[in-house]
């Protein structure tokens, strides 16, 4: 199992927002968080990414504490893409894409090897960059820029990839072909991926299991059908709903608030 959480309890004080949390991932699967604003969505991925530190309890990955583990050596095997980047002035696509090699890199290594090149230039096509990778960042559209800072997580060449509400600001369009293409890394490439996710649909579409969080607690795991039932849906976000079949899986649809 590349990652592994074991009585994971952590927050921003000494008040834990995320409680007792055990969760494990296989090889090649997505898994995507749900919850209420306020359920702990975020702050489980930024302890899992290193970002916090947890009050009790252990993430493992491929069988290690990764909170134990230099950050370049977990940088090697898992990759963030945050919910909000800085824009990098004077940068552009591929010098961005180029700092992904960082964590592989001695720290007297100013230059890309060979070898470094040639990932640079796969991550950039694999997220369909090639016409823009002398552009500027700054220059880019939203979901364009938000597919050139995923180009630098693949540089990265992460064996887990954590996104945070990877689809926030992108209109539907440019939704659709993000997680398509995530889509296609998950199942070529048997890429461990870990969302949050807002839209109960698009975690439904695109996820082989989905966490429901309710107040920091996992309330429930499992696939999009076994998780997203109208019971859990009223208990955790206050929401009577139907739950509808479509071509494209089950799909939600909210009815009224209770």
């Known amino acids: 199992m590349p990652l592994e959480l074991q009585n994971l309890t952590g927050g ?4 834990p927002i ?14 995507s968080l749900v919850g209420a604003n306020g359920s702990g969505k975020s702050t489980l991925l930024k302890l899992i990414s290193r970002i916090l530190s947890p009050q ?12 134990s583990q230099p950050p370049n050596l977990v940088a090697q ?14 940068l552009t696509v591929r ?13 007297w290594q100013w230059e890309l090897t060979g070898n470094d090149q040639q990932i640079v230039e796969i991550a950039i096509q694999k997220t369909q960059l090639e ?26 060449e992460p064996k887990v990839l954590l996104l945070d509400e990877p689809t926030t ?15 296609n890394l998950n199942q070529l490439q048997q890429l461990t991926i870990v969302t949050v996710l807002h839209e109960l649909n698009l975690a439904a579409r695109y996820s082989s299991r989905i966490a429901l ?13 076994t998780v997203l039932t109208p019971h859990n849906i009223a208990e955790v976000f206050g929401v009577e709903s139907l739950i509808i079949n479509t071509p494209v899986g089950l799909q939600v649809c909210a009815v009224s608030p209770l």
Do not use: C, M
Not at 77 to 90: R, S
Not at 169 to 183: P, S
């Open 18 to 31: 995320v409680k007792d949390v055990n969760l494990s991932l296989q090889t090649g699967e997505w898994l």
């Open 213 to 225: 969080l309710k107040q920091g607690h996992l309330w429930e795991v499992g696939t999009p059908e």
């Open 56 to 67: 009790q309890g252990v993430i493992l990955l491929d069988g290690k504490a990764i909170h």
């Open 131 to 156: 016409n823009f990778s002398d552009r500027l960042v700054e220059e880019l559209s939203g979901g364009e820029r938000q597919r050139a800072f995923l180009a630098l997580a693949l540089a990265q």
């Open 77 to 90: 095997k898992l990759a963030l893409l945050p919910q909000q980047q800085p824009i990098p002035a004077g």
């Open 12 to 15: 921003y004080t000494v008040l």
């Open 95 to 107: 010098q961005l894409v180029s700092l992904g090699r960082t964590p592989h890199q001695p720290w």
């Open 169 to 183: 600001y992108l209109d539907i369009n440019y939704q659709l072909q993000l997680l398509e293409l995530l889509k």
